[in-house]
């Protein structure tokens, strides 16, 4: 079992870069695959990447590729979210989550933080 806390978030204008980070307490993290969800006001839970536990293993959302890295730090217990050219778009909460197996459906996460408000202005 994992504990994810996520911080980083805040506000930034259009064009600017801006990372994420997540610290998951517990054991095994390195086993865990690791997740990055975000939600707009009005709007569901929607995949922006994931990382397995062997770290080349990502995948994004298309529409933040290119633009976003996601990366893990084992020794850390930590996960990363590298934003760059940010958009008013990303604007949301920002939710970690971990798994057992990377995916993309956010039903297949078992362990969530709470959210980092990210807010890009235009």
């Known amino acids: 079992q994992v504990r994810p806390v996520e911080s980083g978030g805040g506000l930034v204008q259009a064009g600017d870069s801006m990372r994420l980070s997540c610290v998951a307490s517990?054991?095994?993290?390195?086993?865990?695959?690791m997740g990055w969800f975000r939600q707009a006001p009005g709007k569901e839970r929607e995949f922006v990447a994931a990382i397995g536990e062997i770290p080349r293993d990502t995948d994004y959302e298309d529409s933040v590729k290119g633009r976003f890295t996601i990366s893990r730090d084992n020794a850390k217990n930590a996960v990363y979210l590298q934003m760059s050219s940010l958009k008013p778009e990303d604007t949301a909460v920002y939710y970690c989550?971990?798994?057992?197996?990377?995916?993309?459906?956010?039903?297949?996460?078992?362990?969530w933080g709470q959210g980092t408000q990210v807010t890009v202005s235009s």
């Open positions: 517990g054991h095994l993290f390195s086993t865990y695959a």
């Open positions: 989550a971990a798994a057992s197996l990377g995916s993309s459906d956010p039903k297949k996460y078992d362990y």
